[in-house]
């Protein structure tokens, strides 16, 4: 029943591995977003995907890959992590790009700890 | 360069109102949403401006000025389950699903 769901909730690992953070939503959305919260909760948009093509790609370290199989899913991949990658990251979802009309629907989030 | 100023903390009793102002600096502004996020729970939409005025949600109020860039949330009849960040947010860059988030306030109410 969940609307916007992430895996893993948690995720703790060492300097310079990769990982991965997946996304799903079953609202039929057409439009998917990736977004950084970090320690002192401010929360910043990463990329945004709008049926599977890349629409907002902000300046991101090219370490953050995202990846949509298709319009329901956007994964991020993270290369090489950093001490600085800690965060916590939350997947969203809105049915088509425009702020006025597409209230954006946001996934539990998925906290990164890089030790 | 582009920001949104809000508060950081606010602290007021049940029952009460309570207002949380914002002011803004983006490009391409298309209007201003309201956010909640819970301790440890997702930010869920609150409000949405794109007009200069007044909209009410229940005990939610959201203001908008655009020639004062600057808004504010009016929360009326506070409750405990209230107490969370409330986060300013300015679509940016036109319509285009780009969202820039304040700092965030935190509303704490108290018995």
């Known amino acids: 029943d969940t609307a916007v769901s992430q895996t893993p909730k948690y995720l703790v690992t060492q300097m310079g591995n990769d990982k991965s953070i997946k996304c799903e939503q079953n609202?039929?959305?057409?439009?998917m977003y990736w977004y950084k919260q970090d320690s002192k909760k401010f929360l910043k948009i990463m990329f945004s995907?709008?049926?599977?093509?890349?629409?907002i790609n902000e300046t991101v370290p090219n370490r953050f890959s995202p990846k949509s199989p298709d319009k329901a899913h956007l994964n991020l991949h993270i290369n090489s992590l950093e001490l600085g990658d800690s965060a916590v990251y939350f997947c969203?979802?809105?049915?088509?790009?425009?702020?006025?009309?597409?209230?954006?629907?946001f996934g539990p989030g998925t906290r990164l700890t890089v030790l | 360069g582009q920001s949104l100023e809000q508060p950081s903390e606010v602290t007021a009793v049940e029952g009460a109102i309570v207002q949380i102002n914002c002011t803004y600096q983006?490009?391409?502004?298309?209007?201003l949403s309201w956010y909640q996020q819970h301790d440890g729970g997702a930010p869920t939409f609150l409000s949405y401006?794109?007009?200069?005025g007044l909209e009410e949600t229940g005990r939610f109020s959201s203001f908008l000025s655009r020639s004062d860039s600057y808004g504010y949330l009016l929360l009326q009849e506070l409750q405990m389950k209230d107490s969370a960040s409330y986060f300013c947010?300015?679509?940016?860059?036109?319509?285009?699903?780009?969202?820039?988030f304040g700092q965030g306030t935190t509303l704490q109410v108290k018995p």
């Open positions: 969203a979802s809105s049915q088509g790009q425009r702020t006025d009309t597409d209230t954006q629907y």
């Open positions: 609202l039929g959305h057409d439009t």
């Open positions: 995907y709008n049926n599977k093509e890349l629409i």
């Open positions: 983006t490009s391409g502004f298309y209007g």
């Open positions: 401006n794109g007009l200069d």
């Open positions: 947010v300015a679509s940016g860059s036109g319509n285009t699903g780009k969202l820039i």
